[in-house]
């Protein structure tokens, strides 16, 4: 079956596994996953899954990276080679990579209290162990369960969910034959105060449809 | 390290019934029905034998509607044979079964009463006092989608997943033709989520002998969802109708015998269904299991087998093999034509052998041969005996005489020669229901009245298509009928491709069969609305008004009042649709203000629903001579949207400053409401405008805009428009009741004519400026490309040759001049011949979205302007509805809808409307010809003479026109006594004074008559040359 040939939205109102347009897939979230880290989660959304390690707050590793009032926050992001994200590897310093992590890092470094942790560092590393569409929202839940589990102050917990599009019907938590064929928003929403602190889209909308989605990505989250 | 938590989904605390699902970790029992507020249910099924990599039991996280729907488990999929990515799929429990007595299902979503209690009972086989309902396989909807569009309504139908999925990969067509069927309401159909479904969802085996295909799963599958059906409906129903597998699959049929379920072959069930259902659907049933297998078909092989698929796409990459779609010949049966890109000249594609079972439409791939191929050999033996029919000798020789030798013209000079291929493969068939007759040689005496099924031929209506091979009961009955048939199969054994029967049209020549042939041949969708698209229509009906104004109405809001402005319509007579009207009045600076209304259509039709998809997806109007097929319901084209006189109507307005020569000061746009003050005819215009002692402002409105479209045309013609010309006629009808011609003559044009086309032109270059000005990528815009000179080449030779006049095609501007220059003084009707084979000459004006084509190529080389659109008839074409919406959102009157911010989208429908365009066009042409034939007869004693010019010359014949009636002929001569003359385009006939010589532009007298063709029951139009030669015997 090619994904040309998929049909996203069945007359059933049935997606192409089965789900309804605003059902999650399987989740499931588990801390403390990694021995050695100050905080570790990996999170399951149907066959993406994610691991993420904190570690930090602690001395820098690289004295650049030091700021005297507040912590700074690394990010790094990895893909396992049997991630099966398709026929192109994708090795540490990819561009991709690299703007997935530059997301992630934006995302929490307004709502990790950094000012409490001033002059150190905390280390982000992002695995993505299996790839099925979805990984940056995947990888902000997760850091936000590794973080927690690291007991480091946060504002807020995040929660992330992607939204596509199909005609004029939202449909949430996209997989990846869905993420290739929709236009597609990434939401990090904080649930306490209800503020945004990501939306990021790669492909062109229309406005009217944006600020639904945008909605219904919050909602989700 | 901490325990292994699950966490379950900490957000959304005002959902209070999560909480209960929050413990709900474990398994819950599967036989438990599964209500829409219990917890998920998790227990993993795993297909056999394969190790799922599935998540942890854990909660589902609920997202938005707060609506715990039990999904459930996943199951990976693999895809293919273990490589690329795995899916991941759900079975729920919440698929809804459609019956109407359901206990269980009846709060799932999706879930509608449609499967009724007591189900089919008139059948033979299946008798069972509760009825039986039918579940159909992938094969029966590929290969018997007439006999399923054609059973009874109340048959009821289940149609699993499976089927429609499988459907979807193997033909779109059939696909669409399927959902067509599910979403007809008055039917019984109900579509199971089988796939879907978790007591029905079906794995790939492993077997002893292997992996089970996928045909096999696939037929499983079907069979496991009667299963399904007849235990869960057991639960709500003591006496449960039959559930019967309608399959043409043996094997399959005997799987579900030895489950002990009934099953039943498509010919078994309708040869059991109530006698006179049986008699409608017999011949819908193709081939079926008694048909003989292909490769057991008795005679020898006539076509060349395909290559295979490998081969082929490798020679295209090679550039050995070209792609293209094939034309036939309409003068000649044995040959057709492929344009090919990178080739300077279509490819000619000689005999049948060449052609190889290519039907006109297809899209075919090609090799180049060298050296023209000629059909000699396969000319003669038309229909072969062994096919249990023959054609008698006369026939043959009237097939070859009418086949007029084209080629002719292109073999004289070398240079001319055309490339010549065969066809090696066949990449897509275009086949769709034909208009037929049957062929009368076909029958036998014996078969005229047997009622055996028997072989019989099907005459296209349409000269391109081979005639069509199919098996019937009633021959005797469809001999006089015009039937629709349609295209199965074409094996390399038979000369002729096999079809069936899809239904009967009516009586040859009665007007309803006539009419209906002509659509359907045209792909006109002529059937009523539904009811959905009815419901969209405002619901005051007729005695919709506008409402009195006020700030918050709804139909006022930005809206201009010019109720008070003096404007009336021009139109032709009997308009009913009446979407421009126009008003002018001075300025006090001496302009003057001239302003266009069309009807706001858009205020009715809105983006996306039912009735916006319909209209688009007929857009246009189809005007036939006796009726007119509506794009938008009648209540909107006639009554709400028609501009009619002395009534307030919603308007979209182009409003300009001229001055009094036509130049533009200013232009705005704006919706408003008009009232009309008069509706005049062309002729009643332009009485009231010459009537000089008539000096009321209606008048004088009509005089200034009078004058200044005499200037804006003046300005046009300057800047190089072309005056073309094609033959409009007018056909009186006598009464309405009996139809019976009939008069034809020739439309006449006045000033008013060209007072309306001025202002509608220049609104829709206005408009056209506008909406590409504010949405470049997407604007709905017409052009018409510049012809390329060789296109005008064969016309300039003949002018040269035979007036010594020449066409300068280098601008539209020169070709305008030389067209005028183009005068014999004897003869003024030979000006307006060259303009209508010039005419021809050119490519047509098309719909097309400005972002898909460079800015330099959206010139009108007809009208000579930079950019134009439709806008001013959007009750008649779609084209103009997305560009007053379009226009609605460059004023900021509305926001555009998202659908028209989408080049693709756009592009997808203004390539439909272009279709639908052109076939339209052919639609009404061949409604008039079919008149003129009927005028043609009645007329005293079905004998016409008629002046005509010869227009091309064969060697065989000549191509006449008939420019009183619009009509084109062919005279032949099957003695050869003549002479041609190619290079002076003149053929010398022999006659009792010697050779006289017809040359192309002479003027002649012909004779016509029509004539019944023996075989095909069609009218043919008969043409004898008269002066000054008589033709006769020839």
């Known amino acids: 079956m090619s994904s040309s040939r998929l049909e996203i939205l069945n007359d059933g109102g049935l997606r192409h596994d089965a789900r309804r347009p605003y059902e999650l897939r399987s989740t499931s979230f588990s801390l403390g996953t990694h021995p050695t880290a100050d905080g570790s989660s990996t999170v399951t959304q149907g066959l993406t899954s994610v691991s993420v390690t904190v570690f930090g707050p602690r001395e820098p590793k690289q004295r650049a990276g030091v700021t005297h009032d507040r912590a700074s926050i690394v990010v790094e992001v990895g893909v396992a080679l049997w991630a099966g994200t398709g026929a192109q590897r994708r090795t540490r310093g990819d561009k991709r990579l690299m703007e997935v992590g530059a997301a992630i890092r934006q995302t929490f470094e307004p709502v990790i209290m950094t000012q409490l942790y001033p002059r150190s560092e905390i280390f982000i590393n992002v695995q993505v162990i299996s790839a099925d569409g979805g990984i940056l929202p995947s990888s902000i839940n997760a850091t936000t369960l590794a973080l927690i589990d690291a007991g480091i102050s946060l504002l807020d917990y995040v929660t992330s969910v992607s939204i596509g599009l199909h005609l004029t019907q939202p449909l949430l938590d996209l997989s990846a034959p869905e993420e290739n064929d929709l236009p597609t928003l990434v939401v990090a929403s904080l649930p306490g105060s209800g503020k945004i602190t990501l939306a990021q889209m790669e492909t062109r909308l229309h406005v009217d449809r944006f600020e639904e989605m945008l909605l219904l990505g919050v909602e989700a989250g | 390290m901490r325990d292994f938590i699950t966490i379950l989904n900490p957000v959304l605390p005002s959902q209070s019934h999560h909480s209960s699902a929050l413990l709900c970790n474990r398994p819950t029992p599967r036989d438990k029905p599964q209500t829409a507020f219990t917890g998920p249910p998790w227990q993993l099924q795993r297909p056999p034998g394969r190790v799922v990599k599935a998540a942890p039991p854990d909660h589902h996280p609920q997202a938005h509607q707060g609506r715990s729907a039990p999904v459930a488990d996943k199951v990976p999929q693999e895809d293919g044979e273990g490589k690329g990515p795995q899916l991941e799929r759900y079975v729920r429990d919440d698929i809804a079964c459609g019956f109407e007595e359901c206990q269980l299902c009846a709060d799932f979503p999706g879930f509608k009463p449609v499967l009724p209690k007591r189900g089919y009972t008139l059948h033979t086989k299946f008798a069972a006092k509760e009825g039986h309902w039918l579940v159909i396989d992938t094969n029966v909807v590929l290969h018997q989608m007439d006999l399923l569009s054609a059973l009874p309504l109340a048959l009821p139908i289940i149609i699993p997943s499976t089927t429609i999925r499988e459907t979807r990969h193997r033909s779109l067509p059939l696909h669409n033709r399927l959902q067509q069927l599910v979403q007809d309401e008055e039917r019984k159909v109900w579509v199971w989520w089988n796939e879907e479904s978790r007591d029905t969802a079906t794995f790939q085996e492993e077997r002893e002998e292997g992996k089970e295909g996928p045909n096999d799963r696939n037929d499983r599958a079907i069979r496991k969802t009667l299963q399904y059906y007849s235990e869960h409906l057991l639960s709500s129903a003591a006496r449960p109708p039959q559930l019967v597998l309608l399959t043409d699959d043996k094997r399959n049929r005997e799987l579900a015998h030895a489950d002990g379920m009934l099953a039943v072959s498509t010919r078994d069930y309708v040869d059991g269904l109530d006698p006179k259902e049986r008699e409608k659907l017999v011949d819908l049933v193709v081939g079926g299991v008694d048909e003989i297998e292909p490769g057991e078909r008795r005679g020898r092989r006539l076509y060349d087998e395909y290559l295979p698929m490998d081969v082929l796409t490798a020679g295209v990459k090679t550039g050995r093999l070209y792609q293209g779609h094939f034309n036939a010949s309409q003068y000649n049966y044995l040959e057709g034509t492929v344009r090919v890109p990178s080739l300077d000249k279509p490819v000619l594609l000689v005999g049948r052998q060449a052609m190889n079972r290519s039907v006109d439409g297809d899209v075919v791939l090609f090799e180049v041969v060298d050296g023209l191929i000629r059909a000699e050999a396969l000319k ?639 009218g043919k139009v008969k043409m004898v040359l008269v002066e000054p030669v008589s033709s006769v015997g020839l």
């Open chain 2, 380 to 1018: 003669d033996d038309d229909v072969e005996d062994d096919e249990g029919t023959g054609v008698d000798d006369k026939e043959k020789q009237k097939l070859a005489e009418e086949k007029m030798d084209v080629e002719d013209e292109t073999k004289r000079k070398p240079k001319d020669v055309q490339p010549t291929g065969r066809v090696v493969g066949v990449i897509k068939r275009n086949w769709r229901a034909y208009v037929c007759h049957l062929d009368r040689s076909s029958l036998s005496a014996a078969a005229l009245t047997s009622l055996s099924q028997q072989t019989v031929f099907a005459t296209p209506l349409s000269r391109t298509l081979p005639r069509i091979r199919l098996r019937t009961r009633q021959a005797p009955q469809l001999i006089d009928q015009k039937i629709l048939v349609t295209i199965d199969s074409w094996s390399p054994n038979s000369k002729y491709p096999d079809g069936h029967f899809v239904r009967a049209l009516g009586k040859v020549e009665s007007k309803e069969a006539e009419q209906e042939s002509l659509l359907l041949e045209y792909e006109v969708p002529y059937r009523p609305f539904g009811r959905a698209i009815l419901d969209c229509l405002p619901k005051e009906g007729e005695t919709w008004k506008v409402p009195p104004k006020s700030a918050d109405s709804l139909e006022w809001r930005d809206r201009e009042d010019l109720r008070d402005l003096i404007v009336c319509s021009i139109d032709p007579p009997n308009c009913q649709d009446i979407d421009d009207a126009l008003h002018a009045r001075p300025l006090p600076n001496g302009n003057i203000e001239a302003g266009v209304h069309i009807a706001d259509v858009s205020h009715f039709v809105h983006p996306a629903n039912p009735m916006d998809s319909e209209a688009a997806s007929r857009g246009t109007t189809v005007y036939l001579v006796d009726k007119r097929i509506d794009m938008l319901p009648h209540l909107l084209g006639t009554s709400l949207c028609s501009l009619r006189p002395y009534v307030e109507r919603l308007a979209f307005s182009v409003i300009w400053e001229l001055t009094p020569d036509g130049e533009i000061v200013k232009e705005r746009f704006v919706k408003s409401v008009i009232s009309s003050n008069e509706a005049f005819t062309y002729e009643a215009a332009q009485v009231r405008k010459d009537n000089k002692s008539l000096n009321d402002p209606l008048t004088n409105s009509i005089r200034l805009l009078n004058s200044l479209a005499i200037k804006l045309k003046e300005g046009r013609m300057r800047a190089g428009a072309l005056s073309l010309s094609s033959p409009e006629l007018k056909i009186h009808l006598d009464s309405a009741e009996s139809a019976e011609p009939i008069d034809v003559e020739q439309k006449e044009l006045r000033e008013t004519n060209s007072l309306v086309e001025e202002f509608m032109l220049l609104a829709n270059i206005s408009v056209a400026r506008k909406i590409q000005e504010v949405f470049p990528a997407t604007a709905v815009l017409r052009r018409h490309a510049a012809p390329p000179k060789t296109n005008f080449e064969a016309l300039n030779d003949l002018l040269v040759k035979r007036k010594g006049l020449e066409l300068d095609v280098s601008s539209n501007g020169a070709l305008a001049r030389s067209l005028d220059a183009c005068v014999d003084p004897e003869r003024p009707e030979f000006n307006t011949l060259v303009r209508i084979m010039a005419t021809r000459c050119m490519l047509s004006a098309e719909y097309f979205c400005s972002g898909s084509v460079s800015k330099e190529a959206y010139g009108h080389y007809g009208l000579a302007s930079p950019i134009y659109t439709h806008f001013t008839s959007p009750i008649r074409r779609y084209a103009d509805v997305l560009a007053h919406r379009q226009l609605a959102a460059a004023i900021n009157y509305t926001s555009l809808h998202p659908s028209l911010q989408s080049k693709a989208h756009v592009d997808r429908i203004l390539n439909n409307v272009n279709k639908r365009n052109r076939l339209a066009q052919m639609a009404g042409r061949a409604s008039v010809e079919f008149y003129v034939g009927l005028a043609l007869k009645s007329r005293n004693g079905g004998k016409t003479r008629a002046d005509a010019f010869v227009i091309r010359t064969f060697r065989n014949g000549l191509a006449v026109f008939v420019s009183s009636l619009g009509l084109e002929g062919l005279i032949t001569f099957s003695k050869d006594t003549h002479t041609f003359d190619p290079e002076n385009y003149s053929i010398a006939i022999p006659s009792p004074k010697g050779d006289v010589a017809v040359a192309v532009f002479d003027k002649v007298v012909v004779e016509i008559t029509v004539e019944k063709d023996a075989n095909t029951q069609r």
